[in-house]
């Protein structure tokens, strides 16, 4: 046993190592070091914020909400892992921060959705020819109490909304009330199944970069380590 304890020290040690060399090397570290800091003081970074309705350039999408873009397309938080969209924070509490849609189309909120609607764009204004989705979650408390417009319950189907439609609030509802996660907007453009379906947006191969829509640099491989924003 005595020469089996300095054997299991080394390998944590070693685990620990690892661990630390990843998160300080990752893509996306200087930006994550960023976002806390504005997460513990949220008036310290007005220069990084976004406002809800802005359009950057001549990109089709307007800004969905007020905040911070703490997060983006194929960010990783931990080892394996690729964000498939983006993250909006607003440094506010939870149920505050107002979220319109992005882009006009036909909203969906599932009969067990607590938090998320999902929008069906019929032709993307980057690629006419086909159908596209864009997706909404954490608009909810740690508990699951819906932010979510009262236009909307539970079991909506296909309702036609205008960009800037209001939609609801962003929320810190993960599906686990012991771990909630900060307050923020998760959004995705997520492809179609070619049946007319939306795929899984958990896996990022099913979702689009969203920089074109947005006219930011929204993917990780690209933007490895600043805040985007625009006026």
Same mark, same amino acid.
């Given at each position: 046993?005595?020469?089996?304890?300095?054997?299991?020290?080394?390998?944590?040690?070693?685990?620990?190592?690892?661990?630390?060399?990843?998160?300080?090397?990752?893509?996306?570290?200087?930006?994550?070091?960023?976002?806390?800091?504005?997460?513990?003081?949220?008036?310290?970074?007005?220069?990084?914020?976004?406002?809800?309705?802005?359009?950057?350039?001549?990109?089709?999408?307007?800004?969905?909400?007020?905040?911070?873009?703490?997060?983006?397309?194929?960010?990783?938080?931990?080892?394996?892992?690729?964000?498939?969209?983006?993250?909006?924070?607003?440094?506010?509490?939870?149920?505050?921060?107002?979220?319109?849609?992005?882009?006009?189309?036909?909203?969906?909120?599932?009969?067990?959705?607590?938090?998320?609607?999902?929008?069906?764009?019929?032709?993307?204004?980057?690629?006419?020819?086909?159908?596209?989705?864009?997706?909404?979650?954490?608009?909810?408390?740690?508990?699951?109490?819906?932010?979510?417009?009262?236009?909307?319950?539970?079991?909506?189907?296909?309702?036609?909304?205008?960009?800037?439609?209001?939609?609801?609030?962003?929320?810190? /509802?993960? %599906?686990? $009330?012991? #771990?909630?996660?900060?307050?923020?907007?998760? &959004?995705? *453009?997520?492809?179609?199944?070619?049946?007319?379906?939306?795929?899984?947006?958990?896996?990022?191969?099913?979702?689009?970069?969203?920089?074109? /829509?947005? %006219?930011? $640099?929204? #993917?990780?491989?690209?933007?490895?380590?600043? &805040?985007? *924003?625009?006026?």
């Amino acid at each position: 046993m005595s020469k089996r304890i300095p054997l299991m020290i080394l390998i944590i040690i070693l685990l620990t190592a690892s661990l630390y060399y990843y998160f300080s090397h990752r893509r996306g570290s200087a930006r994550t070091t960023q976002t806390f800091a504005f997460l513990r003081d949220p008036s310290s970074r007005p220069d990084l914020m976004m406002k809800a309705g802005t359009q950057c350039d001549s990109a089709p999408f307007i800004f969905p909400t007020d905040g911070l873009i703490g997060f983006i397309w194929d960010d990783s938080f931990r080892p394996g892992h690729r964000h498939a969209g983006i993250d909006i924070f607003s440094g506010t509490e939870s149920g505050v921060t107002p979220v319109i849609a992005a882009y006009q189309g036909y909203l969906t909120r599932e009969a067990d959705w607590k938090s998320t609607v999902i929008i069906r764009v019929p032709e993307d204004p980057l690629q006419p020819n086909r159908q596209i989705w864009v997706y909404y979650t954490h608009m909810a408390d740690f508990q699951g109490n819906a932010f979510i417009s009262s236009q909307f319950p539970a079991g909506t189907e296909e309702v036609y909304v205008e960009a800037g439609t209001f939609l609801g609030y962003q929320g810190n /509802y993960s %599906g686990d $009330p012991a #771990n909630p996660v900060g307050v923020h907007l998760h &959004i995705s *453009v997520v492809k179609d199944d070619g049946f007319g379906k939306f795929k899984n947006e958990l896996e990022i191969e099913n979702t689009y970069d969203p920089s074109p /829509y947005f %006219g930011l $640099p929204l #993917n990780a491989y690209e933007n490895t380590d600043t &805040i985007p *924003v625009c006026n």
